[in-house]
């Protein structure tokens, strides 16, 4: 009797999970994607409804100095949780109204649970299917990404070349424990984080001289080249470690 309940808990603990519990997770951040997008609720994450809105939403702040920054909080990781691509102008409204310090804080907090919340999601789904259908040296490359995954989280986080729902969902296709993608998420996007709070932190007198011009403020007028080569510097220094571990292995590892 013992050992049928112990092999029918064993195939329990085997048993793969229906194709509907894997996939109802990312089920539900296309879902809500869809319908934030059906909503227009995109309208509100751009500089055109801060610029317009500015007043109103400082003053609300000031009215409410606890709920303000943790309903932003809320938003900020349930907005990259359904993989709106409006991390940066967040960002931005973050520095703006509640300065670069407690903004980029808030941001890197919120955006690090958001994107834990969304690599779950992608990796229930799609766990296995990369090692299933690719063989040779991409998957010798896979391999290495599983090998040493927080330093390449953290060169993919420094350096935003790719968007920053890409990066949370593209690591769910390889073996990476939640604590190291949530590790090399949080310090990766701390200079960027800081950096875009900052620049929204100034972001008034922008609006202003936009205004004054008669156009509307874009990123642009933010983002320098000086600032794209900062972010490219800080991505080639995390980066050394990885290329000096490869170098330093053998032909045969």
Known sequence: MTMMQTTGNDHHANAKPSPVKRFLPLLIVFAGLAGGYGLGLHQYLSLEFLSESRGFLRGFVVQNPLLAPLGFAV???TAVAFSFPAASIL???AGFLFGWLLGG?????AATIGA???FLAARGALSGVLAQKIGGRVSRMAKGFEEDAFNYLLVLRLAPVFPFWVVNIAPALFNVPLRTYATATFLGILPGTFAYAYLGHGLDSVIVAAAEAGREVTLGDLVTPQLTFAFAALALVAAIP????KLRRSPDA
């Open 75 to 77: 938003l900020y990781a």
């Open 91 to 93: 960002t931005l409204f």
């Open 105 to 109: 804080a808030l941001v890197a907090i």
């Open 116 to 118: 834990s919340a969304v």
């Open 242 to 245: 990885v290329a000096v571990k």
